[in-house]
């Protein structure tokens, strides 16, 4: 069964806006109507037969904590076997440190861990939450693709869990990779 879990930490992903366009957090972003047409959709289109969602953090990243990693990383232990890949919504300042966090916690993973998130809150004009979360699951769902460990899919890049470095606040690509490789 193809199986994919979304965990949901908070972000700007996970916000909605008021009438007034004041950002506030939405914990139930994933699992009420904010993405449910666009996840049902590609359910559908590519073959997928059930996403779910949890939403264990409703967080700035800038407030996330060590002990924040923890819960991630032990959701992900505890549904390690009931799901073919785990997604992860994080808020983009600190989302390189928590993809270091989950790669160096869990070792040789055999399938895919993905951060993603966006710059834009969702409903919002000119928003990249639904194109990351849709390239997100493609890559996933790709039975070519041979994607295992932890990764970072924003804007056009895919970037292993250790290299992810945030590099703008403004771009739709605002991830790179650092280091020499």
Known sequence: MRKILI?????????????????????????????ANVL???KEELNIDV????????KDSSNIIPEDWKK????????????????????????????????????????????????VSYGMIGTDAVMNLENTIRIIADDECELAGVCCVFGSKVITGTRVKKK???DYDAFKTFGKL
């Open 7 to 35: 965990i949901s930490t908070g972000g700007t992903i996970s916000q909605s806006h008021t009438e007034k366009g004041i950002a506030v957090s939405n914990e139930k972003s994933f699992s009420g109507d904010t993405f």
């Open 40 to 42: 049902n959709n590609l």
């Open 51 to 58: 996403i779910d969602s949890k939403t264990i953090l409703n």
């Open 72 to 119: 991630i990383i032990d959701i992900i232990v505890e549904e390690y076997d009931n799901y073919m890949a785990f997604i992860v919504t994080h808020g983009t300042n600190t989302m390189g440190y928590s993809c270091a966090a989950v790669s160096y916690a869990i070792g040789n993973v055999g399938k895919p861990i993905v951060f993603t998130g966006s710059q």
């Open 168 to 170: 703008t606040e403004f």
